[in-house]
T-cell receptor, first 111, second 115 residues
Framework: QKEVEQNSGPLSVPEGAIASLNCTYS??????FFWYRQYSGKSPELIMF????GDKEDGRFTAQLNKASQYVSLLIRDSQPSDSATYLC???????????FGQGTELSVKP | ETGVTQSPTHLIKTRGQQVTLRCSSQ?????VSWYQQALGQGPQFIFQ???????GRGNFPPRFSGLQFPNYSSELNVNALELDDSALYLC??????????????FGPGTRLTVT
C-alpha cells in the first residue's frame, strides 16, 4: 500500500462547477496535511494546509480532514480554466523533516 | 520578501559524472529540504538540512549528499550519475524543521537530464 494515495485522473469538470480532489494516507499518526498545485513544467505551489479535523476554507478552496478515516480532500468552488493543473497531496507523518507526496491528480476545467 | 531560488535551471550530464545543484532559501527560513520528482510522479524526499546539519533522509543512496551554509543556502551533490537520476530536483524551504508550522515552499527546480 502506498503511503499517500490519490487518483491520478484526469478529473474533468466544467467551468463554474465544484472540483473534489481526494487523498488517503496510511500512517495513522500523521499530523499535518498539505495541498500543492503544480502547473505543467513548474514547481509545486502551496495552496492549503490543515492540521485539525474538519474543514478549513480559504477563498474558493476548502480542505477537509478526517483523521479517523485517514482521508483528506480539497474542494475547489467555482472552478476556472486557470485551475487546470496537477494537485498534489502531501503528508507530514511525524512532525519531522519530510513530506510524503501522492502522485497527484490532474484536474482539467473545461470552459 | 525573497522566494526560494535554485540554480541552474537546466543541466545535461553524462552517466558517471558528478553534479552540484544550488538553492537559496526564502528570507527568514532556516530549513531546506530537497526532493526528486520523476515525470508523472509526486516529489520524493531526499534529505533535509536544519542549522547546517542533516535532519532526516529519505531512501536515497549515499551518492546523494548535501550541505547547508551559515546563510541557510544549500547544495545537493550527486556522484556517479545514473540514467534514472534524470528528474526535476526541487528545493523547499521552511521556517522551522519540526512542529505544526511546517509549511514548505518550493523553488522553481532544476531539470537534470543524464545521457
Amino acid at each position: 500500500q502506498k503511503e499517500v494515495e490519490q487518483n491520478s485522473g484526469p478529473l474533468s469538470v466544467p467551468e463554474g462547477a465544484i472540483a473534489s480532489l481526494n487523498c488517503t494516507y496510511s500512517d495513522r499518526g500523521s499530523q499535518s496535511f498539505f495541498w500543492y498545485r503544480q502547473y505543467s513544467g513548474k514547481s509545486p505551489e502551496l495552496i492549503m494546509f490543515i492540521y485539525s479535523n474538519g474543514d478549513k476554507e480559504d477563498g474558493r478552496f476548502t480542505a477537509q480532514l478526517n483523521k479517523a478515516s485517514q482521508y483528506v480532500s480539497l474542494l475547489i468552488r467555482d472552478s476556472q480554466p486557470s485551475d487546470s493543473a496537477t494537485y498534489l497531496c502531501a503528508v507530514n507523518p511525524d512532525q519531522g523533516g519530510k513530506l510524503i507526496f501522492g502522485q497527484g491528480t490532474e484536474l482539467s476545467v473545461k470552459p | 520578501e525573497t522566494g526560494v531560488t535554485q540554480s541552474p535551471t537546466h543541466l545535461i550530464k553524462t552517466r558517471g559524472q558528478q553534479v552540484t545543484l544550488r538553492c537559496s532559501s526564502q528570507s527568514g527560513h532556516n530549513t531546506v529540504s530537497w526532493y526528486q520528482q520523476a515525470l508523472g510522479q509526486g516529489p520524493q524526499f531526499i534529505f533535509q538540512y536544519y542549522r547546517e546539519e542533516e535532519n532526516g533522509r529519505g531512501n536515497f543512496p549515499p551518492r546523494f549528499s548535501g550541505l547547508q551554509f551559515p546563510n541557510y543556502s544549500s547544495e545537493l551533490n550527486v556522484n556517479a550519475l545514473e540514467l534514472d537520476d534524470s528528474a526535476l530536483y526541487l528545493c523547499a524551504s521552511s521556517l522551522e524543521a519540526q512542529g505544526y508550522s511546517y509549511e514548505q515552499y518550493f523553488g522553481p527546480g532544476t531539470r537534470l537530464t543524464v545521457t
